[in-house]
């Protein structure tokens, strides 16, 4: 007889939002499995273009055996619907930021009556994972740390770990109000690697729920992240043609001063225009564009930190 599956319990709900003139309404939809003990909820796709890779990440998670259950687990596997449909950050209907707008206002436009349907599916979390990504453009590879729940950060296993005060209008700003521990996580996106990253993520989240009493523990404690200060995102001065020197399997490295990262070019005659270089002593590398791309002048193109 088939093992039964944290996945095969799972018990769905859902909330219609407004939506166009033609479609009417989107479901916003989350699961919840387990009936007693601490509630963790792990939201994904909060960001648009940073889904589905949590999403997948998490479905690895929910292979477990239901017999491993020791609590409740709640997921929302696309916290924006309509911006992961889309690959945008935010929905298109108002173009705002979610991870901007909780707890939301239910009579307000798409993003903050979805702030509000989301705050609802959050409610009585002990714990909150809150899962971001690379996504469509980039990869990268840290954690947020916040106060008082140091340890869910400790047990993602992400390479490096960045500390950071809880925010008002953010997803863990709120839910730590509302006694949480949470974490936010900076981890994977579109390259070759990406199942890779998908499964270091899944050990990350799996360890996290064994830590807060979810999920019984099978999983070692991972290798310590290293620690880094001075985050800082280096943009092209104009728009080109970016072309990388160090690519997906130099996200979470450190390298030091000088280390070209990669050249822009001009549009018309592909002649170098810029050259990225690592900035610090020792550069750790957080997140990196790795293809080939057409940049507008101000991209994002990687962030970088000193390890501490």
């Known amino acids: 007889m088939p093992t039964s599956t944290l996945r095969s319990a799972l018990r769905w709900s859902s909330v219609d939002l407004p939506h166009e003139p033609a479609t009417g309404s989107v479901p916003l939809r989350w699961a919840e499995v387990g009936d007693r003990g601490p509630l963790a909820v792990v939201t994904c796709g909060i960001h648009g273009d940073e889904g589905p890779w949590g999403a997948l990440a998490v479905q690895r998670v929910l292979e477990r055996p239901l017999a491993e259950l020791t609590g409740r687990l709640r997921v929302v596997l696309a916290a924006n619907p309509t911006a992961v449909a889309a690959d945008r950050r935010g929905s298109p209907l108002d173009h705002l930021d979610l991870n901007r707008y909780f707890p939301g206002n239910a009579d307000g436009s798409h993003t903050e009556r979805l702030g509000a349907a989301l705050t609802t599916a959050t409610e009585g979390a002990d714990a909150l994972v809150d899962l971001h990504g690379g996504g469509s453009w980039c990869v990268n590879a840290f954690t947020f740390r916040f106060p008082g729940s140091e340890e869910l950060a400790d047990a993602i296993g992400a390479p490096f770990v960045v500390d950071m005060p809880l925010r008002p209008g953010h997803l863990a700003g709120m839910a730590a109000e509302r006694g949480a521990k949470v974490v936010a996580v900076e ?13 270091r993520l899944a050990d990350g989240v799996d360890r996290v729920l064994a830590s807060v009493g979810v999920l019984a523990p099978r999983l070692p404690d991972p290798e310590p992240a290293r620690k880094v200060e001075g985050l800082t995102v280096l943009r092209p001065s104009r728009g080109g043609v970016y072309v990388p020197t160090l690519r997906q399997d130099a996200i979470g490295t450190v390298v030091p001063e000088g280390t070209e990262l ?8 592909m002649e170098p225009v810029e050259t990225f270089r690592a900035p610090f002593p020792e550069t750790a590398l957080m997140l990196l564009r790795p293809h080939v791309t057409v940049l ?13």
Request: charge should be negative; avoid cysteine.
């Open 262 to 269: 990669g050249v822009l070019r001009d549009l018309g005659t």
């Open 296 to 308: 507008e002048g101000g991209a994002m193109t990687f962030v970088v930190g000193r390890p501490a």
């Open 187 to 199: 981890m994977g996106g579109r390259s070759v690697d990406e199942l890779a990253w998908r499964d």
